[in-house]
């Protein structure tokens, strides 16, 4: 079964930084575009940005918000994706869920979802 | 980019049919066919509901069906049941390797 799992999340000072992990298995990961989502609390999800398969170039793009304050990693040989958070913001908290993108269903469809990790940013 | 537009809400009785809109512009939601829906139940993560404007993934039952009329696409729920009850999000793919959320409906089955 396919299945995506996050991990790294906690509390974190503002102007601090954070790496998160996502775990994968059950599919073949390095053919898989990765993408990550959060979710502020009581609010809707928000696209954060993805990494390409290294088959279509192994990019990443990053949505505006966040662009310049986040790196998105991946590494094949461990089937894991990585988010690095820097220079946090209140407004950063949120729940972060890496998602597969377009890889089981779709163009561009945010097909598999992990549980998600939660990111509190608090003096 | 702005977030899609949704309804903040949404509700119909069992058995009957309700529509939800999801609004963009040319850039977004008009200008591909890469719509999705997701439904998100409380404290659980979204899933893909209807992909491609208009495409089920296996497994999402056929009450579910996705369609698109220039910049506003649309997820119609028939024969409503009391676990369609859910958050629903749109997403659009945007262009400049960008996805755009809206901003969800709730769906309440009276």
């Known amino acids: 079964e396919a299945q995506l799992v996050e991990s790294g999340g906690g509390l974190v000072k503002p102007g601090g930084s954070l790496r998160l992990s996502c775990g994968a298995s059950?599919?073949?990961?390095?053919?898989?575009?990765m993408s990550w989502v959060r979710q502020a609390p009581g609010k809707g999800p928000e696209w954060v940005g993805r990494?390409?398969?290294?088959?279509?170039?192994?990019?990443?793009d990053y949505a505006a918000p966040v662009k310049g304050r986040i790196t998105i990693s991946r590494d094949d040989s461990k089937n894991t994706l990585y988010l690095q958070l820097n220079r946090l913001k209140i407004e950063d908290t949120a729940l972060y869920y890496c998602?597969?993108?377009?890889?089981?269903?779709?163009?561009?469809?945010?097909?598999?979802w992990g549980q998600g990790t939660m990111v509190t940013v608090s003096s | 980019q702005s977030a899609l537009t949704q309804p903040p809400s949404a509700s119909g009785s069992p058995g009957q049919s309700v529509a939800i809109s999801c609004t963009g512009t040319?850039?977004?939601?008009?200008?591909?066919?890469?719509v999705s829906w997701y439904q998100q139940h409380p404290g659980k993560a979204p899933k893909v509901m209807i992909y491609?404007?208009?495409k089920r993934p296996s497994g999402v039952p056929d009450r579910f069906s996705g369609s698109k009329s220039g910049n506003t696409a649309s997820l119609t729920v028939s024969g409503l049941q009391a676990e369609d009850e859910a958050d629903y999000y749109c997403?659009?793919?945007?262009?400049?390797?960008?996805?755009?959320f809206g901003g969800g409906t709730k769906l309440t089955v009276l």
């Open positions: 998602t597969t993108e377009g890889y089981f269903v779709g163009h561009h469809a945010l097909d598999l």
């Open positions: 059950g599919f073949s990961f390095n053919n898989a575009w």
């Open positions: 040319s850039s977004d939601v008009g200008g591909y066919n890469y």
């Open positions: 997403t659009s793919y945007a262009g400049t390797n960008n996805v755009l």
């Open positions: 491609d404007v208009n």
């Open positions: 990494i390409k398969a290294k088959t279509h170039g192994g990019t990443s």
